[in-house]
């Protein structure tokens, strides 16, 4: 279906001019009002509303907007209240609202189209610092699928429906974290500081993402541990003549097909699709897992190249070249480093004396034509002196060394704080970053609490202060 046969062609050339930021301003003060359990917006509330938020009416430019030059030359939208109600035409024009009459009260009311509600709760989503609750998609379905097993009743149809949604939900929020992950990934790239390594990693991604998504999907809502019991439910449910009477019979209430063979056709296809999904979902998670493990790897190799960089000419090269790529689109700073650059090369006609040049006759001699130099490919060169120090930095950092250093530091402890491990080099720091990364592990003698724990400052190092607790030997098993 074309977007423009629902929506009109100049929806979105309210975004177009000078005025975008109050547009979008103005429809989030729309959305509030909205939210505020009113039913029936009056245009006088959106009005005042706007009005009210006469600073940012400061900054509107008539000259973008489409109106008559007689209206722009008269200085009819000077004041906050005319510009509002320039805001609410063009609003009115280009689909987003319309104007209507109550017929109780003989007001003007706002009435929004279904696919501007849509699309405001989509704007309010991106903008939204409150973080959303997981949804526990996985261990809900087990749940739901295993209480309407134990109690069949009238609501076995409707379950077998939101667990099929809920699958759906569960590939769109996988596919969504593999990009996520791979976002970040990328971004790596435009980061030339190791703080801002260090920021992206622990107080974006690891909160953000790894907390809220990755890992829960490895503990309380694993596909691994609930894959095997809802299959089996669903299969029950499918080769049980009696279960899969009651589901046609439940499916065909309301529904506008009485065929009975199409209706549990489409149970069928619902059920296999429930089941054929979580056959096949270890494949993308397992491809989450590289995507996570790359991303922590290529973190920890740019913090150890960003802090060993050296202070030769090759060292100052790499920073140029960095520096280079920093700016490579702020024109203004590119040209003062390559006039810098070039007001640094220098070229002249070198001679030379021997005993030959102070006697007669007096020899002319001139150095033959060498071979010129190769030009250089920079491209190679930085991806080699990348590989050379990926090559020579890759076996620093065992599993030994990180767990010895653990070891060290509980001593004779069971529990420790991230406060208490001594951080006296950043070798120690590299230590203890791969060490919570490698809580996780099977291997590991150790786990992390207290994942929600404030920051704190351990010698020059801003770390959380995670707590490091010693597993049971239960738990190591």
Same mark, same amino acid.
Not at 44 to 73: C, M, Q, T, Y
Not at 397 to 402: A, G, H, I, L, S
């Given at each position: 279906?074309?977007?423009?046969?629902?929506?009109?062609?100049? %929806?979105?050339?309210?975004?177009?001019?000078?005025?975008?930021?109050?547009?979008?301003?103005?429809?989030?003060?729309?959305?509030?009002?909205?939210?505020?359990?009113?039913?029936?917006?009056?245009?006088?509330?959106?009005?005042?509303? !706007?009005?009210?938020?006469?600073?940012?009416?400061?900054?509107?430019?008539?000259?973008?907007?489409?109106?008559?030059?007689?209206?722009?030359?008269?200085?009819?939208?000077?004041?906050?209240?005319?510009?509002?109600?320039?805001?609410?035409?063009?609003?009115?024009?280009?689909?987003?609202?319309?104007?209507?009459?109550?017929?109780?009260?003989?007001?003007?009311?706002?009435?929004?189209?279904?696919?501007?509600?849509?699309?405001?709760?989509?704007?309010?989503?991106?903008?939204?610092?409150?973080?959303?609750?997981?949804?526990?998609?996985?261990?809900?379905?087990?749940?739901?699928?295993?209480?309407?097993?134990?109690?069949?009743?009238?609501?076995?149809?409707?379950?077998?429906?939101?667990?099929?949604?809920?699958?759906?939900? !569960?590939?769109?929020?996988?596919?969504?974290?593999?990009?996520?992950?791979?976002?970040?990934?990328?971004?790596?790239?435009?980061?030339?500081?190791?703080?801002?390594?260090?920021?992206? %990693?622990?107080? /974006?991604?690891?909160?953000?993402?790894?907390?809220?998504?990755?890992?829960?999907?490895?503990?309380?809502?694993? /596909?691994?541990?609930?894959?095997?019991?809802?299959?089996?439910?669903?299969?029950?449910?499918?080769?049980?003549?009696?279960?899969?009477?009651?589901?046609?019979?439940?499916?065909?209430?309301?529904?506008?097909?009485?065929?009975?063979?199409?209706?549990?056709?489409?149970?069928?296809?619902?059920?296999?699709?429930?089941?054929?999904?979580?056959?096949?979902?270890?494949?993308?998670?397992?491809?989450?897992?590289?995507?996570?493990?790359?991303?922590?790897?290529?973190?920890?190799?740019?913090?150890?190249?960003?802090?060993?960089?050296?202070?030769?000419?090759?060292?100052?090269?790499?920073?140029?070249?960095?520096?280079?790529?920093?700016?490579?689109?702020?024109?203004?700073?590119?040209?003062?480093?390559?006039?810098?650059?070039?007001?640094?090369? %220098?070229?002249?006609?070198?001679?030379?004396?021997?005993?030959?040049?102070?006697?007669?006759?007096?020899?002319?001699?001139?150095?033959?034509?060498?071979?010129?130099?190769?030009?250089?490919?920079?491209?190679?060169?930085?991806?080699?002196?990348?590989?050379?120090?990926?090559?020579?930095?890759?076996?620093?950092?065992?599993?030994?060394?990180?767990?010895?250093?653990?070891?060290?530091?509980?001593?004779?402890?069971?529990?420790?704080?991230?406060?208490?491990?001594?951080?006296?080099?950043?070798?120690?720091?590299?230590?203890?970053?791969?060490?919570? /990364?490698?809580?996780?592990?099977?291997?590991?003698?150790?786990?992390?609490?207290?994942?929600?724990?404030?920051?704190?400052?351990?010698?020059?190092?801003?770390?959380?202060?995670?707590? %490091?607790?010693?597993?049971?030997?239960?738990?190591?098993?």
């Amino acid at each position: 279906m074309n977007l423009f046969n629902i929506v009109p062609n100049n %929806y979105f050339s309210i975004f177009a001019g000078k005025n975008k930021e109050i547009y979008i301003d103005s429809l989030f003060i729309l959305y509030s009002l909205l939210q505020n359990d009113e039913a029936i917006i009056k245009k006088n509330d959106f009005l005042n509303a !706007l009005k009210d938020r006469e600073k940012n009416l400061v900054g509107f430019d008539i000259n973008d907007e489409e109106v008559s030059e007689e209206e722009k030359s008269s200085n009819t939208f000077e004041t906050s209240s005319a510009k509002a109600s320039l805001i609410i035409r063009r609003l009115e024009e280009t689909g987003w609202l319309d104007i209507s009459m109550d017929l109780d009260s003989y007001e003007e009311v706002v009435v929004l189209p279904p696919y501007t509600i849509s699309l405001l709760k989509c704007f309010s989503d991106i903008v939204s610092d409150e973080e959303a609750p997981y949804l526990s998609l996985v261990h809900s379905t087990y749940s739901e699928l295993k209480l309407e097993d134990e109690d069949i009743d009238e609501l076995l149809y409707p379950t077998l429906l939101r667990c099929y949604e809920n699958t759906k939900k !569960l590939k769109v929020e996988l596919v969504t974290l593999t990009h996520s992950i791979r976002i970040f990934q990328n971004k790596l790239n435009d980061l030339f500081d190791t703080n801002q390594v260090l920021h992206s %990693y622990f107080d /974006v991604y690891k909160k953000k993402i790894s907390d809220r998504y990755y890992h829960p999907l490895k503990t309380f809502d694993s /596909v691994a541990k609930y894959k095997r019991p809802i299959i089996k439910i669903l299969d029950r449910w499918l080769k049980d003549k009696t279960i899969r009477e009651k589901l046609i019979i439940q499916a065909s209430i309301g529904s506008r097909n009485n065929n009975k063979k199409d209706i549990e056709s489409d149970i069928i296809e619902k059920i296999n699709f429930i089941t054929d999904t979580y056959e096949t979902l270890n494949v993308l998670i397992s491809s989450i897992d590289r995507e996570n493990n790359a991303y922590t790897k290529s973190s920890t190799q740019k913090i150890l190249y960003l802090n060993n960089s050296d202070r030769t000419i090759k060292g100052h090269l790499e920073n140029i070249f960095k520096y280079y790529a920093l700016n490579n689109n702020n024109n203004k700073n590119l040209g003062i480093i390559l006039s810098k650059m070039q007001d640094s090369l %220098y070229f002249y006609h070198q001679g030379f004396i021997d005993s030959n040049s102070v006697t007669l006759p007096i020899l002319k001699k001139y150095r033959e034509e060498g071979i010129p130099m190769e030009i250089v490919n920079y491209d190679e060169a930085d991806e080699m002196i990348m590989n050379n120090f990926l090559e020579e930095t890759k076996n620093i950092y065992t599993d030994e060394r990180v767990y010895s250093f653990m070891e060290k530091s509980f001593g004779s402890n069971k529990l420790i704080n991230a406060k208490d491990i001594s951080l006296p080099n950043f070798d120690a720091l590299i230590c203890l970053i791969l060490a919570t /990364v490698k809580s996780e592990d099977e291997s590991s003698f150790y786990k992390i609490e207290d994942i929600n724990a404030p920051e704190i400052r351990n010698n020059n190092f801003i770390v959380p202060n995670f707590t %490091y607790v010693k597993k049971d030997e239960e738990e190591n098993k």
